[in-house]
């Protein structure tokens, strides 16, 4: 059985997911038993272990990504058996396979007043709150997803998730200081979040380009060189840091003029910046040859990633890298 389904399946790429559906059938028919509502059968299955309902539960999510309907409601089925109708968790997972079902506007109206219901008895259910905020993002209803989210927090303010998903939704809509602030509320919970760090650069430099505020360069600099310091081998992060670079190289004037960020952070100089652009071209160079010659503890990078992250090489060099 595939370690990776220990993982959280948003995590995976398609083609593993699409690997997991495919397994689905042989995985849950060599433990029909384990969660078998029949005392008889329970007692001949293989002992229960936690992580075999870990399992159950980022099965049910890859077949969801990948079309398998039957052997989600099965993997659910089990889950029912095991924790009972219930369950928050249980409760969210029931809301999400009928969300999949749902084949149109009206049917999943059903699911969001289902939703609220829950709501109206047990405000505080964490799962069915943000199950209600993701399907209120679904079906374009924005603003609404935003105040779902704001009072999650009010109750639950140590949420990194819904801090997280916050910050998407304010920037989906442009309002990159509230998704800055979002952001960072997060770090304060995962300081050691290698992507948030990078993720809060990549917003930092478009909000800086928008407002042509070198300040907020400087600042996605410090972010995306966390990132990367945390994490060697982060894609996201050496792109960033190059991006980042290379707009402040291209206008010395304005840097100049803006040498300290708004966290009080310096803007390195010229000289730093060329170094930072030409360690960050370095290493992603290395990725993508590397990746590209399959070589192992090279592979797991998103492959739109490492097109984009060669397509900047080229670019940069005008020389195509192999």
């Known amino acids: 059985m595939s370690s990776s389904l220990l993982h959280p399946p948003s995590h995976l790429s398609q083609a593993t997911a699409?690997?997991?559906?495919?397994?689905?059938p042989s995985i849950l028919?060599?433990?029909?038993?384990?969660?078998?509502?029949?005392?008889?059968?329970?007692?001949?299955?293989?002992?229960?272990?936690?992580?075999l309902w870990t399992i159950y539960e980022n099965l049910l999510l890859s077949c969801l990504r990948t079309g398998d309907d039957d052997s989600a409601h099965e993997c659910l089925g089990r889950l029912v058996n095991r924790f009972g109708n219930d369950n928050e968790r249980i409760m969210a997972l029931k809301g999400l396979l009928k969300e999949a079902d749902a084949n149109d506007a009206a049917t999943l109206n059903v699911v969001l007043r289902e939703y609220e219901?829950?709501?109206?008895?047990?405000?505080?259910?964490?799962?069915?709150?943000?199950?209600?905020?993701?399907?209120?993002?679904?079906?374009?209803?924005?603003?609404?997803?935003?105040?779902?989210?704001?009072?999650?927090?009010?109750?639950?303010?140590?949420d990194a998730e819904a801090w997280a998903e916050l910050a998407d939704l304010y920037f989906s809509q442009g309002l990159y200081s509230q998704a800055i602030f979002a952001l960072?509320?997060?770090?304060?919970?995962?300081?050691?979040?290698?992507?948030?760090?990078?993720?809060l650069g990549e917003i930092l430099f478009v909000a800086a380009k928008s407002s042509e505020n070198p300040g907020q360069l400087g600042e996605a600099i410090k972010r995306f060189s966390r990132s990367i310091e945390l994490c060697d081998d982060y894609l996201r992060g050496y792109y960033g840091l190059k991006l980042a670079a290379k707009q402040l190289l291209s206008n010395p004037q304005a840097a100049s003029q803006s040498r300290t960020g708004s966290d009080g952070f310096a803007i390195p100089d010229a000289a730093t910046l060329g170094k930072l652009d030409e360690m960050a071209t370095e290493k992603l160079a290395e990725i993508v040859r590397?990746?590209?010659?399959?070589?192992?503890?090279?592979?797991g990078y998103d492959m739109a990633e490492v097109k984009a992250a060669r397509e900047l090489l080229e670019k940069d060099s005008g020389a195509v890298i192999r």
């Open 290 to 299: 590397r990746n590209s010659a399959g070589e192992k503890g090279w592979q």
């Open 18 to 24: 699409l690997h997991h559906s495919q397994e689905a």
């Open 184 to 199: 960072e509320e997060v770090l304060v919970l995962q300081p050691n979040a290698w992507n948030v760090h990078a993720r």
């Open 117 to 158: 219901q829950i709501l109206q008895d047990t405000p505080t259910n964490i799962p069915i709150c943000k199950r209600r905020a993701a399907l209120l993002r679904s079906i374009g209803r924005i603003s609404d997803s935003v105040t779902a989210l704001t009072s999650l927090l009010d109750f639950s303010p140590t």
């Open 29 to 51: 028919g060599r433990s029909t038993g384990a969660v078998s509502s029949s005392l008889f059968q329970s007692l001949l299955s293989a002992p229960e272990t936690a992580e």
